[in-house]
């Protein structure tokens, strides 16, 4: 990040604000299920999630900048979900949190969406049912290198891998996501070629 000079320190504008951007992330908890157990365990003392500078919850998308998906998301919840995902400010990263966010877990059924990267652009998968509160702050951790290595920079957001993630996901998730939100249907997957075309 920097070289040390007799007590001199030099960076980048870039490398300073990425610093902070990790060590000062705002979660919007979206607790949903049975997962928001271990979410609290890790913001409990044993575990104190505090020590990586991500111990406040907001209750609102745009004082957040960490979407905590925690749990099983339905068919039904997508409208909502992508909404608070929209409200959020830029930069913003997306963490799945356990089997059910991540893949739809074992409910393999109509009902739930399987895997919320159908529906927003996922950074971090954290897997388990529930994970233990190790893998939520390895995840996080996970998440706060990819801010200082690959976050956004000030010169441009297009040509770093983060902004590059989120533009793939967004015209996977037009063609994967039909009107009735989540569902994958053939007219869904004709516009997705006919958009990799393009
Ligand atoms: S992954 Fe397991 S613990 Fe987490 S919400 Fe799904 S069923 Fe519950």
Redesign the pocket.
Known sequence: MAANYDGFLTTTFDNVVNWSRKFSLFQYPFV????GM?YMAAACSHYDISRFGAEIPRFSPRQSDVLWV???ITHKMTPVLKTVYEQMAEPKWVIAF????SSG??YQNYSVLQGIDRLIPVDIYIA???PRPEAVLDGLMELQDRIQNDGPTVESKMINPQAIRHQEAKIENQANVSPNMGYDTPKGFQQKEALREE
């Open positions: 949903t299920a049975c997962c271990e925690v749990g099983t356990g089997a059910c966010a877990g074992f388990g049912c529930p």
